[in-house]
């Protein structure tokens, strides 16, 4: 079986610029979830995702956002780049009833 | 005071030597524990997941919870030049996972 698929995986933009990343959960999969790991720390939560309803969010401006379509697979949206958003943006998916995710390979953003 | 604490390193071990990677913790609501592995620029990969306090073995790795003291560890034995990542520990609150800022590992030969 695929893994949870993400694209692109690099990417440049610059400040002001908005920017969307998408990821395909593993088959069976319902429910998505991002993260933000910036060099050097553990990555943090963003959104989750479940049957195309959002099930939680962290500790983000508004200017992150999230949707996720009804073959599960998932878009995060950040507008307004600022520098500080540069960072490995993960996508992972979890099967109903089980408690473990599964990471894809990231997108690697960079603002300038 | 992090929900998660653990060492950034880096550690710096021979190959066949044991590794002990720990955590600790403050949020007693944690429930489950997990351990991914992240070589660099790649996406971190599941290698443990326990529930309860005590060890769980697979093959080279051991994972050890001891709920009384908020405190996890994975253990690798005979460690391998391949070993040499970064170890991130996990916890699941809700349906949301708080990582630890991993541990980077170096296995040299």
């Known amino acids: 079986d695929a893994g949870v698929t993400q694209s692109p995986t690099h990417l440049i933009k610059t400040r002001g610029q908005q920017v969307t990343l998408r990821c395909s959960p593993i088959?069976?999969?319902?429910?998505v979830s991002w993260y933000q790991q910036v060099l050097g720390q553990g990555p943090q939560f963003i959104f989750q995702?479940?049957?195309?309803?959002?099930?939680g969010r962290g500790n983000f401006p508004d200017r992150f956002s999230a949707r996720q379509f009804p073959n599960y697979s998932s878009e995060l949206n950040v507008n307004a780049l600022l520098l500080g958003d540069s960072a490995l943006y993960l996508c992972?998916?979890?099967?109903?009833?089980?408690?473990?995710?599964?990471f894809g390979p990231g997108t690697r953003l960079l603002v300038l | 005071q992090k929900e998660v604490e653990q060492d950034p390193g880096p550690l710096s071990v021979p190959e066949g030597a044991i590794v002990s990677l720990n955590c600790t913790y403050s949020?007693?609501?944690?429930?489950?524990f997990m351990w991914y592995r992240q070589y660099s620029r790649k996406g971190p990969e599941l290698l443990m997941y326990?529930?309860?306090?005590g060890n769980k073995e697979d093959g080279r790795f051991t994972a050890q919870v001891d709920k009384s003291s908020k405190y996890i560890s994975l253990f690798i034995r005979d460690s391998q030049p391949s070993d040499s990542a970064t170890y991130l520990c996990?916890?699941?609150?809700?349906?949301?996972?708080?990582f630890g800022t991993g541990t980077r590992l170096q296995v040299f030969p």
């Open positions: 992972a998916s979890s099967s109903p009833g089980k408690e473990t995710q599964y």
């Open positions: 088959s069976g999969h319902k429910s």
């Open positions: 995702y479940y049957e195309k309803e959002e099930r």
């Open positions: 949020n007693s609501a944690f429930q489950y």
């Open positions: 326990t529930y309860s306090s």
């Open positions: 996990a916890m699941r609150n809700t349906d949301k996972l708080i």
